[in-house]
């Protein structure tokens, strides 16, 4: 069983029974940051009045707000795409809140063609994340959006 195949199992069995969004991003934060190796912060920035606004997460203290035209979070947003970041130093507008992350990778939380946010994971290991981390992150983004009542 993959990293990913575990991580999505137990994060069904943690949605089970419980619709609330917050309670649910706060479970799949520690789960992510539990379970991946080599990721020293995981968490959400949600959609409000046009910015992303830091939601449940693990890891340091993060920024607040985030502009939509600012970072990879921001980008991941505008493009409503994942973005895989090898090295983070190398991305135009980055936004270095733990000088520790090296690598960075970024989901956007989409209802139908809403956007709700985005699911952000950093790491201090350049290049930690790939493809499989976009397709799987993607997986646990939309099992999460379909347990929860957003």
Known sequence: MS??????????????????????????????FERLLDVNWAGFYLLKHGELVLGPFQGRPACTRISLDRGVCGAAARRRTALVVPDVHEFPGHIACDERSRSEIVVPLLLGERLLGVLDLDSPRLGRFDEGDARGLMQVANILLAGSDC
């Open 3 to 32: 990293s990913y195949e575990q991580v999505l199992a137990d994060l069904r069995a943690l949605l089970e029974g419980e619709r609330d969004p917050l309670a649910n991003m706060a479970n799949c934060a520690a789960l992510l």
